[in-house]
Structure formats: structure tokens, C-alpha cells
T-cell receptor
Framework: DQQVKQNSPSLSVQEGRISILNCDYTNSMFDYFLWYKKYPAEGPTFLIS?????DKNEDGRFTVFLNKSAKHLSLHIVPSQPGDSAVYFC???????????FGGGTRVLVKP | GAGVSQSPRYKVTKRGQDVALRCDPISGHVSLYWYRQALGQGPEFLTY????????KSGLPNDRFSAERPEGSISTLTIQRTEQRDSAMYRCASSSIAGGPEQFFGPGTRLTVL
């Protein structure tokens, strides 16, 4: 049973516009949520995280929103740039330092 | 470089052979994790260590899989009597115990079992 789900396998967006990636989870014990970005032939790269005591965390063009009641998080990228084209994974853990449970990924294509 | 390194990057083996995959974590990182990633899916947890102690091996699929980290630095994931279903990307990550929840991933080892 998948505990972390990314229901959109792909997303296409125009350069300069907002990219919104969604992630749903089922395990209410998760208290840390992370987003990773992955280019072909490379390992996943950490982007941004949020703990369950917050509902928003921002880092430059990237903002993560957490809705605990809906067990839903989203990643906003504003403005989107061609270099943002990659696969994005959301992940969650119970406690910092424990195993990460990943979603299946969303492929983002930013068109110039 | 200062990142996580893994070797070999690619491994092709015949069914029934044993393979050993190596991970060299970021210097000073206490925690080391192994994941397996099938094509088109996210990484799936296998096992992890704090220092040399294996904390959780609940993700190892069967007893053909084992891992060690004898000196609390480099780790080896061993798969005995490989089967075709073991073919996947094997990823290693490390993290600082004093840091946040983020784990830093290596480039992975692509294992192909013929």
C-alpha cells in the first residue's frame, strides 16, 4: 500500500509561470516532508523540507505547503525556468533521520 | 568531491552470482541509507545505519540481501545468488545526525542481472 502518492505523472508549464506539484500521504505519523529533484543519470537532489508543525516553508523560488488535515502537500515553483525541467519526488519520514518513503515522481517540463 | 560516491556505477552480472555494491558517504555523516529504485518509481527503503549499527533492515526483501558498515563510514550492500528481479538502481544516501531530515544521495549503481 502506497503511503505517499503523486497522482500526476507529468506536468508541462510555460517558462515564467507557476508550477504546482501535488503529493498525498496516508500515514498520519509522518512529521517531516521533503521534495527532491532528479535530473537524468544523477541521484535525487534535496530541494526543500517542512515539518508538521508548520504549514508553509519558502526558499527562493520554491515554496512547500502542508495541509495536515487533508494529508496533502504541494510544491510551488515561481517563476518556472527551463532548468527546472526534471522529475520531482515528494518524500516523508516519521522523525528526522529515519527512512524516507517516496512518491512515484512527477516529471516537469518547462517550455521556453 | 564532497558528495556521496558509489561504486561501481554499473554492474552487469549473471543470475546466481554474488554482487557487492559500495557506498562512501559524505565525510562526517553519521547516518547511511540504502534504497532501491525501479524505473519510473520513487526510491524504496532497504536499510540504514547510524555509525556502524544497523538501525532498520525492514526493507531488505529477503535474506539474500545484507549490508554492513563495519567502521561507521563506508558501507557495502551484498546480494547473494542474484536473480533477474534484483535488477534495479541501488541508491545510497547519507545524513548528518545533527541536521534536519534531509538525506543526500549518491549517483547510484545500476545493477543488471542477466
Amino acid at each position: 500500500d502506497q503511503q505517499v502518492k503523486q497522482n500526476s505523472p507529468s506536468l508541462s508549464v510555460q517558462e515564467g509561470r507557476i508550477s504546482i506539484l501535488n503529493c498525498d500521504y496516508t500515514n498520519s505519523m509522518f512529521d517531516y516532508f521533503l521534495w527532491y529533484k532528479k535530473y537524468p543519470a544523477e541521484g535525487p537532489t534535496f530541494l526543500i523540507s517542512i515539518s508538521s508543525i508548520k504549514d508553509k516553508n519558502e526558499d527562493g523560488r520554491f515554496t512547500v505547503f502542508l495541509n495536515k488535515s487533508a494529508k496533502h502537500l504541494s510544491l510551488h515553483i515561481v517563476p518556472s525556468q527551463p532548468g527546472d525541467s526534471a522529475v520531482y519526488f515528494c518524500a516523508a519520514s516519521v522523525g528526522a533521520g529515519n527512512k524516507l518513503t517516496f512518491g512515484g515522481g512527477t516529471r516537469v517540463l518547462v517550455k521556453p | 568531491g564532497a558528495g556521496v560516491s558509489q561504486s561501481p556505477r554499473y554492474k552487469v552480472t549473471k543470475r546466481g552470482q554474488d554482487v557487492a555494491l559500495r557506498c562512501d558517504p559524505i565525510s562526517g555523516h553519521v547516518s547511511l541509507y540504502w534504497y532501491r529504485q525501479a524505473l519510473g518509481q520513487g526510491p524504496e527503503f532497504l536499510t540504514y545505519f547510524n555509525y556502524e549499527a544497523q538501525q532498520d533492515k525492514s526493507g531488505l526483501p529477503n535474506d539474500r540481501f545484507s549490508a554492513e558498515r563495519p567502521e561507521g563510514s563506508i558501507s557495502t550492500l551484498t546480494i547473494q545468488r542474484t536473480e533477474q528481479r534484483d535488477s534495479a538502481m541501488y541508491r545510497c544516501a547519507s545524513s548528518s545526525i545533527a541536521g534536519g531530515p534531509e538525506q543526500f544521495f549518491g549517483p547510484g549503481t545500476r545493477l543488471t542481472v542477466l
